[in-house]
């Protein structure tokens, strides 16, 4: 009996063996292929964060672009803005010249005036 014992113990543990064998090979594969799985997802993401930071990249170089752009009209405005003040400036000496250039011609018809009446003295102390 101990004789036909041990070679059903030995098949008992060689078919435990083997089942544990297949257990495990079977465990492996599943973690292989959840493994493919995992990567073929972190691969997935890999590609939409790329996606992701090259369109953040390109909205960065459109706020830079607007950037300068804004810049440029703030130098483009502050131009005109000093141009605009010049305009003012000429126009106030443009005013002030017609101001004097009547002041003037009220004096020249004036002295005319005068000439006229020294004229007419010295034609009657004659």
Do not use: C
């Amino acid at each position: 009996m101990s004789a036909e014992a041990a070679p059903a113990t030995d098949a008992d543990r060689l078919a435990k063996l083997w089942d544990a064998y297949r257990a495990q090979e079977d465990e492996l594969q599943e973690a292989l292929a959840r493994i493919q799985r995992l990567s073929a997802e972190v691969e997935g993401r890999g590609g939409e964060v790329a996606a992701r930071e090259r369109a953040l990249s390109e909205k960065d170089a459109l706020i830079a672009s607007l950037r300068e752009t804004i810049h440029d009209k703030d130098r483009r405005i502050a131009a005109l803005e000093q141009v605009e003040q010049d305009v003012a400036a000429l126009q106030a000496y443009k005013d002030r010249i017609a101001e004097l250039e009547a002041a003037l011609s009220r004096e020249k018809e004036r002295l005319a005036k005068l000439f006229l009446l020294y004229e007419e003295l010295q034609r009657a102390s004659r």
